[in-house]
């Protein structure tokens, strides 16, 4: 299957998920498609667009240096639980 975006995620606290959420959506416009992936482990994923990746990774990296996350990284979208959906 061809990518269509580059896929990326990150470990968020329960109390900082509604700032999170709130500041990604308000800062750009369809910066990243975002969504938890799994409540247990607080693992959020984000799909973001060819050409979007370079802004992407500076807002995360204001989110870092303002203790909202304590990391993210890119990672393979077959790791992604809708994977299969995206034929």
Known sequence: ???????????????????????????????????????TTEVFEFFVPFGMDNRFNEIM???????IISNYYKENIEKSSIYGYLD
Do not use: H, P
């Open 1 to 39: 299957m061809k990518e269509n975006c580059l896929y990326y995620r990150a470990k968020i606290e329960r109390k900082k998920v509604v700032i999170f959420t709130a500041i990604l959506r308000s800062i750009e416009d369809n910066i990243a498609f975002d969504r938890i992936e799994n409540k």
């Open 61 to 67: 990296k204001m989110f870092i240096s303002n203790d």
